[in-house]
């Protein structure tokens, strides 16, 4: 009897062990990690994040020979927003995100840094900054949101546009009811500047510009034109206002199963598909601007940026105190 009891747990404690596999991220026989992971955004497989992230994918399976794979999830499939989205990075129910900073502030307060109206002069400067300590460290400060950063891709310089009135000055465009991120320093910025900013999910915004709710919003022309805000607004002013990096970024609990070579990995071509998605980017712009000219859309080239940053200039300083001068002159100050 005694025989036949200890036969019983032992085929019951086999049963159960082989149970306990399962999921999308296991081990094999050898103990290697192995893992089907999701990646998500809010923008359609056309953007450059996605072009970028299909990159990123297609290299890590090579370089994993096969062990890791990843899934992507474009047009907001795995939540209505990005706040949703990273929250569900958080819970571990997505794995990797790739998006603007503007939501990621609400969980990182440091990121708002980069929200930061005229704080960059172009591309080249940029780079500087956020390849370098002063990036790494923003990105090292999500992991207190069990977030975990791995580099800067890129959603580009944003600018204003509406369905009412071609914009040039802060004048032209007082009163504007535009749809902003849930972000304060983009809110203060817009209430400074005289228009009505309006926090919306990005889900909603299209909608909300064909039916007139809003008059505009503000984004790089990756998005406009992904999104094919030309079917729904007139003017698209170059205003330059805000550079939006757009940190790529692993769920802690994800990145905690994996071990430091496969860490090490992702680290790395993170960084490297940054160099890729910018420089995509940044060379379609003048493309697409064109073609949507084409379509109807008004490009107003000549905006009185001086006009802006003035208009802007109360937000840009009440900044500076809340982060520090000498963090926002450290930006500035880089060369």
């Not at 310089?157 to 000055?169: I, Q």
């Not at 939006?244 to 994800?254: C, E, G, H, L, Y």
């Not at 071509?269 to 949507?292: G, S, Y």
């Amino acid at each position: 009897m005694k025989k036949l009891v200890a036969i019983l747990v032992l085929l019951v404690f086999v049963i159960v062990a082989a149970g306990c596999g399962g999921g999308s991220k296991s081990a094999d026989k050898g103990g290697e990690y192995k893992a089907t992971l999701k990646l998500t955004s809010t923008q359609t497989k056309d953007h450059p994040y996605m072009v970028g992230a299909q990159k990123f994918a297609d290299l890590i399976k090579e370089r994993s020979k096969g062990r890791i794979q990843i899934t992507l999830y474009p047009d907001g499939q795995l939540g209505k927003g990005e706040r949703e989205m990273l929250e569900g990075l958080q819970q571990g129910t997505i794995d990797i995100y790739v998006g603007s900073t503007g939501p990621v502030g609400n969980f990182s307060p440091s990121m708002n840094i980069l929200d930061i109206p005229f704080l960059f002069r172009d591309f080249a400067h940029v780079d500087k900054v956020l390849d370098g300590p002063i990036g790494q460290n923003l990105l090292k400060d999500l992991e207190k949101a069990n977030l975990i950063g791995l580099a800067f891709w890129e959603n580009g310089f944003r600018h204003l546009t509406n369905s009412k009135v071609a914009v040039k000055t802060p004048e032209d465009a007082k009163g504007l009811k535009i749809r902003v991120m849930e972000n304060k320093v983009h809110l203060l910025a817009w209430k400074t500047a005289g228009l009505n900013p309006t926090p919306m999910a990005w889900g909603e915004v299209y909608p909300a510009l064909q039916q007139k709710v809003i008059d505009g919003q503000e984004n790089p022309v990756a998005v406009f034109y992904a999104s094919k805000f030309w079917e729904v607004q007139k003017y698209f002013s170059l205003t330059q206002h805000v550079y939006s990096p757009a940190p790529f970024i692993v769920s802690k609990k994800t990145w905690d199963k994996m071990p430091k070579a496969d860490q090490e990995l992702f680290r790395k071509t993170a960084m490297e598909v940054a160099q890729f998605q910018r420089k995509i980017n940044r060379d379609a712009e003048a493309a697409k601007l064109k073609e949507m000219e084409g379509k109807g859309l008004t490009v107003i080239r000549d905006v009185d940026k001086a006009a802006w940053q003035k208009a802007m200039k109360p937000a840009f300083d009440e900044f500076s105190k809340q982060f520090g001068k000498d963090k926002i002159d450290a930006i500035m100050n880089t060369k």
